[in-house]
């Protein structure tokens, strides 16, 4: 058990749910920083653009930023190099484009010096302009995936507009306190193989967590996997340890554990493992009764280290 001991009365009793999902823009509007994500890694985000540099250097086809190499067309009409990848003539001119690398304006871009994309987010660093996508892959400022796991959902945000979202959007479960008495429930065990249970959020220590259960086929073998992921950073989730455990029977199964970062999706989480694996039949076994029906009881804790 976790140092401090104890755990809480209140038991919380989930089902599995699933949701169709799709976030609808207005309510994405009022939150401090949420959106949808776009596809494209050359947004424009904390640029501005005085003397037409940064123009040149937009794609005129996706209007992403341009990275060596940077190609031409006969009449001197740039492209970038995803787009050249799927035109074989120039979307402005329809001349065949040929192989000529533009190497002025590649030279061009070289001297530039540009903010992060995610200067209203806080990141106020400047970079030279093929060190700034780099850079931006890896801003602790940029916005997070939502942790939601049950349908594809494209918002991105920071974690106050996360939460929110999951409130509002998702209808998540809302709970203060650092331990948990949670009761996964489920009528016909047997036939599903694969499902995921409304994700649960805790608030404590000025920080939230989200709890993930789900049952899923570890190669042949259906399991259960309970698992606490952060919302934060990969730095700040090392600052906490977390416990699940199941008992019945005069029988304890214990998992103890870092949670992990919003920043690895729940299905990297889950195919490392990183959480409480029960065995169906295990599960079964905890569940009492004829073995029929998933009662599960997840009991949790999670302190500062």
């Known amino acids: 058990m976790a140092p401090g001991g104890g755990v809480c009365q209140e038991v919380i009793e989930s089902r599995p749910k699933f949701m169709n999902y799709e976030i609808s823009v207005a309510k994405a509007d009022k939150n401090s920083f949420l959106a949808k994500s776009t596809a494209g890694s050359g947004e424009k985000h904390g640029m501005t653009s005085s003397n037409g540099v940064h123009d040149l250097l937009e794609c005129p086809e996706c209007t992403n930023l341009m990275y060596p190499p940077i190609h031409q067309c006969p009449n001197g009409h740039t492209l970038c ?17 040929g192989n000529i690398r533009c190497l002025a304006l590649e030279k061009v871009a070289e001297s530039l010096e540009l903010p992060c994309r995610y200067q209203s987010l806080g990141c ?14 890896h801003c ?16 991105k945000g920071d974690i106050p507009a996360l939460v929110a979202h999951l409130k509002e959007d998702h209808m998540v479960d809302m709970h203060d306190g650092s331990t948990f008495n949670h009761r996964y429930v489920k009528s016909n065990p047997h036939e599903v193989e694969n499902a995921m249970w409304m994700l649960t959020v805790f608030n404590c220590f000025g920080r939230q967590f989200c709890l993930h259960f789900e049952a899923f086929s570890l190669g042949m073998a259906p399991v259960y996997m309970a698992f606490l992921r952060f919302m934060g950073e990969d730095n700040d989730a090392k600052k906490f340890n977390y416990t699940l455990e199941v008992s019945a029977f005069g029988r304890k199964l214990v998992w103890q554990g870092v949670p992990r970062s919003i920043r690895d999706s729940h299905i990297k989480v889950r195919d490392s493992q990183d ?4 065995p169906r039949s295990l599960a079964l076994f905890f569940s009492g009764g004829d073995r029929q ?3 599960l009881r997840i009991i949790g804790r999670i302190w500062k280290v």
């Open 124 to 137: 106020h660093d400047i970079f030279p302009y093929y060190s700034k996508l780099k850079h931006e892959q």
């Open 275 to 278: 959480g409480l694996i029960i």
């Open 140 to 155: 602790r400022f940029r916005p997070y995936n939502c942790p939601y796991a049950s349908c594809e959902c494209s918002v």
């Open 81 to 97: 190099a995803n787009c050249k990848r799927v035109h074989k003539r120039c979307p402005t001119c329809q001349f065949e484009l």
């Open 293 to 295: 029906e998933l009662k």
